[in-house]
């Protein structure tokens, strides 16, 4: 493809009249698409905007007929009614509990199986990596009615452990295929000199492919804290008790002793999103330089 | 969150040769590769491929609330599936899902391609400040986004409806509820999830459109084609392999769509907006009449597989090496 692009670029010998027509004209679309770029930015980022502008308004500045696009007052009164008003602390310990129990699980058995799955060649690979896309595909009720049934019969549901196996369950075979990229792309050479120096496998494994893939698996953690942090049907399903709650559930049925309460239900969205918007940033790097380059072949 | 990880990995898979030793090290190094696979698979056993099975056992019996506290129940054969197939409002869902998706799936890649291009076409500084603003929209969690949402159109004093009523154009839209007019919801639903589609779609295409060769676009424009006509005569021929790889997986994620739908709508008016997965959870965790979701789940989930079977065919043809 490259090739026919060199053909026709070479095929142009560029004159400077045309060159400098070009530039002007750029320069007025520049002007309008800087333009539509704000426009596109003021729009998009307003949802965000306004969480976060209602969440530090004060009370009687939330409910008003002419909304304030800029509060007079600022004020923390929300934040402290959703943090020491409701349940948010002990929410917060559930949610903490169980996804960094199911992150640390999964991610040390994905970086194993793929391991397992990118460095050998056997029979089956190829069926195995196919299957644990494909369930990745599966619809959110397709493993939550049979999990539901045997964890109610062994006593699972409303329990921590229910909620780690299935967010395990959800998060693995995203972690695998999140880190192959990663070890795909190490050199094989390494592991040939490593072997005719007379490591073991194991070794290999610890003292070289680790540190290697290290950067894949702080991004894979990451994205597998993202999902099981942002769960919100399986620990709706599975927690009954409100105490029993993660903060997805917290959130979606946010009440104050003040009934429905706009103010603090934002405040408790800022505080929600903000360790997942933050890690989220952390991590875009990884994202956008993958899908880039794999995308174009 | 959609997050690209089914991506074609951007390196291409060196020659293997690590089982190119002597016969007993290639045997001790299957047995390796066989232990580090070991806890996977048998947790994604325990875990995943068991309760697909235990799914299918249950679509044939009469699995209900009552089966949960006595543990018994009886085998049906079919029943499940004819009750679902002959059920109107099952195929409405199915009929309004495809729609759906279909509405999002082309929205959010037209915006998506308009933006990347929109992107190629700006200074660095406006370039940084959009990418920012995308990379926020697409990180918010969906639960928080949807608990927004409802604070944006909310009747009374929600802003979106403050700044219609604004326009003038629409009357009175002050104490519009969205959520009670089927086609509101959806239209108030499809918004969000758009919201939150188009910066992966933007991204990828931007960073795909970036690695064309520049010269070819040039050559095209001194030819006297319009940007508009450059666009679609070179530069979506040319990123075409990554816009099929996106239309792909966003017929699977937008096909799945439920938190949002459940938090803004709860599948309301009437049922009017559950798509199959709302239409499927309230039949089994609603009305707990758990086999009949446990049939409707098996049909959604032979789709789904249909779909993954197409994606995955697309990214062997692609010259991916799984």
Redesign the interface.
């Known amino acids: ?2 090739e026919t ?2 053909v ?2 070479r ?2 010998v ?1 004159s400077g009249a ?1 060159m400098t027509g ?1 530039h002007r004209r750029f320069g007025w ?2 002007c309008g ?2 333009v ?3 426009i ?2 003021v729009v ?2 307003f ?2 905007y ?2 976060t502008v ?1 969440a530090f308004k004060p009370r009687n500045e ?3 007929t ?2 304030a696009f800029i509060p007079k007052h600022w004020s923390l009164v929300n934040f402290y009614s959703a943090i020491m008003q409701t349940s948010f602390l002990q929410n917060l310990e559930n949610s903490v509990i169980v996804t960094f129990s199911a992150i640390i699980i999964s991610v040390f ?2 970086f ?2 793929c ?8 029979r089956g ?2 069926v ?3 299957l ?19 964890f ?2 062994m006593g699972l549901l409303n329990r921590y452990i229910g909620l780690i ?2 967010y ?2 959800m998060v ?3 972690s ?3 880190m ?2 990663f070890f ?2 190490i ?2 050479d390494i ?2 000199s490593a ?1 005719v120096e007379g490591a073991s ?1 194991w070794q290999i ?1 610890r003292k070289i492919t680790f540190p290697l893939v290290a950067p894949g698996v702080v991004s894979t953690s990451v ?1 597998a804290f ?2 099981a ?2 769960d ?2 399986t620990a709706y ?1 599975f927690m009954r008790d409100q105490a029993k709650y993660t903060l ?1 559930v917290w ?2 049925s ?1 009440t104050t002793p003040a009934g429905t309460d ?1 103010g603090g ?2 405040a ?2 800022v505080l ?2 903000l360790p ?2 933050v890690f ?2 952390i991590v ?1 790097r990884n ?11 | 969150m959609r997050t690209p990880s089914q991506r074609p990995s951007n390196v291409k898979a060196p020659p293997r040769r690590l089982d190119a030793g002597r016969p007993n090290k290639k045997l001790s190094q299957g047995r390796f590769a066989a232990m580090l696979l070991t806890p996977t698979g048998v947790i994604l056993l325990a875990l995943v491929l068991v309760p697909i099975l235990f799914l299918i056992v249950t679509s044939f019996t009469d699995f209900n609330q009552a089966s949960l506290f006595t543990g018994t129940f009886k085998f049906k054969g079919f029943a499940q599936y004819v009750v679902a197939l002959k059920d109107i409002e099952f195929w409405k869902a199915l009929l309004r899902t495809f729609i759906f998706t279909a509405a999002l799936v082309i929205g959010s890649l037209l915006i998506g391609m308009a933006v990347a291009q929109m992107m190629t076409k700006l200074g660095t500084v406006m370039r940084y400040i959009v990418t920012f603003v995308l990379i926020f929209a697409w990180a918010m969690p969906n639960v928080a986004s949807s608990v927004v949402w409802k604070w944006l159109f909310q009747p009374g004093y929600g802003i979106v409806n403050w700044m219609l009523t604004k326009l003038h154009v629409f009357g009175n839209m002050l104490n519009v509820a969205w959520s009670n007019n089927t086609t509101l919801a959806f239209l108030c639903i499809w918004m969000l999830v758009i919201w939150q589609a188009v910066p992966y779609i933007a991204i990828t295409l931007y960073a795909a459109t970036t690695q064309l060769d520049q010269s070819c676009l040039e050559a095209a424009q001194i030819d006297g084609a319009g940007h508009i006509r450059t666009y679609w005569q070179i530069v979506v021929p040319l990123i075409k392999p990554s816009i099929m790889v996106i239309a792909m997986l966003s017929i699977i994620w937008d096909f799945n769509v439920f938190n949002q739908i459940w938090l803004v709508s709860q599948g309301g008016p009437n049922g009017t907006t559950s798509t199959i997965g709302v239409f499927t959870y309230k039949k089994a965790f609603v009305n707990f009449d758990i086999a009949q979701g446990a049939a409707i789940s098996v049909i959604t989930v032979i789709i789904l597989m249909a779909l993954t079977g197409v994606y995955v065919r697309n990214l062997l043809k692609s010259g991916e090496d799984l």
């Open positions: 493809m490259s692009m060199n026709v670029s095929a142009h560029k045309a070009a679309r520049r698409t800087n539509i770029a704000l596109f930015c998009w980022i949802p965000v306004w969480m209602t939330i409910m008003t002419t909304p058995l994905a194993l199986a391991a397992a799955l990118t460095l050998y060649r056997f690979r190829r195995i990596m196919v644990i896309l494909a369930m990745q595909m599966l619809p959110g009720t397709a493993l939550l009615i049979p999990q539901f049934i045997v109610n019969q196996l299935a395990i369950a693995l075979p995203f695998i295929w999140n192959r990229g795909l792309a050199p094989v592991f040939e072997r496998e494994l994205f993202i999902t942090w942002n919100y049907l399903t997805p959130l979606s946010f706009f239900q934002m408790a969205s929600f999103s997942v918007v989220f940033m875009q994202i956008a330089k993958g899908s880039t380059a794999g995308a174009v072949k």
